[in-house]
């Protein structure tokens, strides 16, 4: 069974830091590219950041600086290092597998003073 399962989320307060987990298992994590979204309340769900097999990654606007993006293929593990965060970070964080179109079931991060 195919499977990425998020976790690390919390509760912050603004200019602090977290990083997000996610594990796969199921499918040939070192061939696959992988993603993280994000859903907000009252939001549509929007991509954060992705990293593809080959190494190459992108961002959103919103997060460039202040988050990163890796993975440990050894570990079927993909991060997302997140700094400086601001009240507007505060959503519902998924992984998502992309070209499987396979979803984890979130992870929250709540920034708040």
């Known amino acids: 069974q195919v499977q990425v399962v998020e976790s690390g989320g919390g509760l912050v307060q603004p200019g602090e830091s977290l990083r997000l987990s996610c594990t796969g298992s199921g499918f040939n994590f070192g061939g696959a590219n992988m993603a993280w979204y994000r859903q907000a309340p009252g939001k549509q769900r929007e991509l954060v950041a992705s990293?593809?097999?080959?190494?190459?990654?992108n961002y959103a606007d919103s997060v460039k600086g202040r988050f990163t993006i890796s993975r440990d293929n050894a570990k079927a593990t993909i991060y997302l290092q997140m700094l400086s965060l601001e009240l507007e970070d505060t959503a519902v964080y998924y992984c998502?597998?992309?070209?499987?179109?396979?979803w984890g079931q979130g992870t929250q991060v709540t920034v708040s003073s």
């Open positions: 998502k597998i992309p070209t499987l179109e396979v």
């Open positions: 990293i593809e097999y080959t190494g190459t990654i």
